[in-house]
Structure formats: structure tokens, C-alpha cells
């Protein structure tokens, strides 16, 4: 099995369905010990302008499995301080002989500038942009759900939450229907987004809960309100999360998932976290996985592969 070949990964709609199976299963040739050789040093470089923890340091580990050169770059004290442009930050870099860069960003589409431009010769993993997309974190979803059964066509798939300001639940919700999953769409109504319409139908959570194969939670994006969300922790976590009575509910083979960091009690009872139909640890160590199998895709089509 050959692996991909990716310029750019900048949404998960850039990919076919028979990229992502690929994806997917050199993820797994990476998770059961393939060991890969580049034919020179790569030097790639984290650039994380939002907080991060799981991604960041899932993509640094996987770039240091695959014994590439990860330049640190630090946000808070680089020249963007200085008045420094994003696009003219990138150049640098570039010029100095960066050929990978993962980026999180504020901005949406932050990306297109710099994939378009011609003086840019390095690659763009996008990390994140605002409310946008985050390709990586879906694959790394797309693979705990495969691994668990063999197919998406027919899964029942409710993402419950903060719809709106999710660029996690856009990013699933847009590729889950392409895969040929059914999507269901729950959480507070201020919080949901009418273009999302496309992708699934609003549900309320009590009246599916017996039926779904997977509960695909998400974080309540506090830092993206414009003001106070109006719910308590509390009252929040009774409305719309996995609470201890809605577990017992759910059917034998179901899965539950969050992309993390988990807010314990608000959007999932503390006791589900790590319980039996939890795959949220899972996905985070499927995200070292899967980001060496992007990063691997990245390399062959620049040919440093040996």
C-alpha cells in the first residue's frame, strides 16, 4: 500500500473518500510499528497562534517519531509581536528552509494567502483556523470509528454541543455525510448554526439515545462567546451532556467521543471519561498515528521519501 501524496492539508474536504481509507490505514501500519526513513533531514516547524495542547504536541511527537527537525517556534515571543504578518512570518520561515508547517490560527482560511502565493515553496498542515476547519482532528476521528467497525456507511452519529463555534463538529459532520453516516445535531439552540442543515438533522439527544452507535461530544468553546454562554456548569451538563443516566441508555456497542480537553461534569459526566464505551483516551493516541501518516503523505509528494 502506497501512501498518499499531499502538497497541503487545509480541510478535510481536500481529500477523496479512498484518500481518507488510506490515511487510515497507514495510521494503523504507523500504530502496529512501521518505521519509516527519509532520504534527508526535514525541518518542519509547530506554529500554534491559539492554545493547544493535544494537537500541538500529538503533531511534535509524530514528527519526532519519523526523526524529522522540529525548529521550536513560540508565538508569544516571536516578531508577530512586532507587527510581523502571519504571511511575512511563513516567508521567513520558508526562507530559511522550513518545508513543513503546521499552523493554528485565529483567522479563517488563514491558509489561502499562503498556499497561493508563489514565492512559498514549504507545506501547510492546517492545525486549526477559528472557526474553519481542523482536518487532522477529524482524521484521527474518522480512524477511532473505523478501527471500531470496519465502516462509516449507515452509522447513526449524533455531535452534541456547541455546534456553531465548533470547527471540529463542522469538519466531522461535513466528511461523516460524504462517508454516508446518519448525522444527528443536539445541543442549545443559540449554539447551532443553520448551515450545518446540510449535514444533518437537530435532534433532541433523550429521544436518540437508544439508536446511535456513536456520541461524538464536544467542548463548550467558551473563549469564542461573545458573552456569558447562560448556562451553568450544572444546568448545561442536566440539558445537554452524557450524564450518568443518559450512559446506561446507550446500546451495547455504542462509542463515546470528545476531541478534549474534556470539561468533567459540563459536557460529560467525570465517571464516563474513562468508562468501558469511552474512546477518547483512544483517540488521542490514534492522533500521533494518524498525524505521522499525514506528515509521511506531505513527504512523498516532495519526494523526500526513500
Known amino acids: 500500500m502506497e501512501p498518499n501524496k499531499l502538497k497541503h492539508l487545509l480541510s478535510i474536504e481536500d481529500l477523496s473518500n479512498e484518500d481518507i481509507i488510506n490515511l487510515i490505514n497507514r495510521a494503523n501500519l504507523f500504530k502496529n510499528g512501521l518505521k519509516l526513513e527519509f532520504n534527508k533531514k526535514v525541518f518542519v516547524s509547530n506554529l500554534f497562534f491559539e492554545n493547544s495542547?493535544?494537537?500541538h504536541r500529538s503533531f511534535e511527537i509524530a514528527e519526532r517519531k519519523l526523526n524529522m527537525e522540529v525548529i521550536q517556534f513560540d508565538a508569544s515571543t516571536s516578531s508577530i509581536?512586532?507587527?510581523?504578518?502571519?504571511?511575512?512570518t511563513v516567508l521567513t520561515l520558508d526562507a530559511l528552509g522550513l518545508e513543513v508547517l503546521v499552523i493554528r490560527?485565529?483567522?479563517?482560511?488563514y491558509y489561502e494567502e499562503l498556499v497561493q502565493s508563489k514565492s512559498l515553496s514549504c507545506s501547510i498542515i492546517n492545525g486549526g483556523d477559528g472557526e474553519g476547519q481542523h482536518p487532522s482532528q477529524s482524521l484521527l476521528d474518522l480512524m477511532t470509528i473505523y478501527n471500531e467497525f470496519n465502516h462509516f456507511d449507515g452509522l447513526k452519529i449524533a455531535i452534541i454541543g456547541d455546534i456553531r463555534h465548533s470547527r471540529v463538529a463542522r469538519s466531522n459532520a461535513q466528511i461523516l455525510k460524504r462517508l454516508h453516516s446518519k448525522i444527528y445535531l443536539c445541543g442549545p439552540e443559540d449554539w447551532y448554526s443553520s448551515d450545518f442543515d446540510q449535514f444533518g438533522e437537530k435532534a433532541n439527544f433523550d429521544e436518540i439515545v437508544h439508536d446511535l452507535d456513536v456520541v461524538m461530544?464536544?467542548?463548550?468553546?467558551?473563549?469564542?462567546?461573545?458573552?456569558?454562554?447562560?448556562?451553568?456548569?450544572s444546568d448545561y451538563h442536566q440539558a445537554y451532556g452524557l450524564t450518568n443516566e443518559r450512559y446506561t441508555k446507550l446500546n451495547d456497542t455504542c462509542i463515546i467521543m470528545h476531541p478534549a480537553p474534556v470539561n468533567r461534569d459540563s459536557e460529560i459526566a467525570s465517571e464516563c471519561v474513562?468508562?468501558?464505551?469511552?474512546?477518547?483516551?483512544?483517540q488521542m493516541r490514534n492522533g500521533v498515528f494518524m498525524?505521522?501518516?499525514?506528515?509521511?503523505?506531505?513527504?512523498?509528494?516532495?519526494?523526500i521519501l526513500s
Open 291 to 303: 498525524r505521522m501518516a499525514i506528515l509521511e503523505a506531505i513527504c512523498h509528494e516532495r519526494g
Open 274 to 282: 474513562e468508562s468501558e464505551k469511552s474512546r477518547i483516551v483512544e
Open 81 to 88: 509581536h512586532k507587527g510581523e504578518t502571519l504571511y511575512d
Open 105 to 109: 490560527h485565529s483567522k479563517v482560511a
Open 217 to 233: 461530544l464536544l467542548r463548550v468553546q467558551h473563549e469564542r462567546h461573545e458573552s456569558n454562554s447562560g448556562f451553568t456548569q
Open 53 to 55: 495542547t493535544r494537537t
